[in-house]
């Protein structure tokens, strides 16, 4: 039983490790702009926007919108089951279920984003956008209090998920603070995402250790 769900976190891990496709598809959506792409004044969703042409008073042109929303469906599924897979390996306390159903909730709201592009049916769009935004950072702020994770990941999700929420406040006040309203969501946004790739990163890691140390049978 010990070793199937150590297998367990082993492949869930490496689904919140392949959460980094997500950073890798922007950059390459980004690119394709054919007039450039703003990280300050243009949201992540732009890059999903299926026509060219003003939109929220900022233009949106995105020729590879289908590879990005398609890594905006991926990111939510490789949430959910690296969520489901990782949290069978941790005693199954309120607060440790609390925290990765969060982030299964946030997933399917991720996915939702890909599915309904931010010109289609924008109220799915919003409330997608929404449950990763504040479900999702929420979770992440309650990993932040649960013993049976490392110090380090715990104090890391604590500040990332503060300043995800506080960042959040900002954002749908429209404060950009300077950083444009791109930035403000990018402060919104990524923290989650890195910090599951961390804690995948992390979990590898421990995995491999135990495997090392495991007598040869």
Known sequence: MAISKRRSTFIGSILWVLCIQY????????????????????????????VCGAY????????LHGLMNFSFAVLGILMVAGSIL?????????????????????????????????????TF???GAALPFVVGNLGLL??????????ALNYCALIFGLV??????????HHYVGIGIGGTERLVAYPQTVWLIIFGVYQLCEYLHYQHRMPLQ
């Open 56 to 63: 929220g008073g900022r233009f949106v042109c995105s020729p």
């Open 164 to 173: 995800s929420l506080l960042a959040l406040i900002l954002f749908v006040t």
């Open 86 to 122: 990782i949290s069978h390996s941790f005693h199954k306390s309120l607060a440790m279920r609390a925290a990765f159903s969060f982030i299964v909730i946030a997933g399917l709201g991720t996915s939702l984003v890909g599915i309904f592009p931010e010109n289609t049916l924008r």
């Open 125 to 127: 769009h919003i409330v």
């Open 23 to 50: 950073y890798v598809v922007q950059v390459i959506v980004a690119m394709a702009w054919k007039i450039p792409y703003s990280i300050a004044q243009n949201t992540i969703s732009d890059l999903g926007n299926t």
């Open 142 to 151: 309650w990993f932040g209090f649960i013993p049976r994770i490392s110090r």
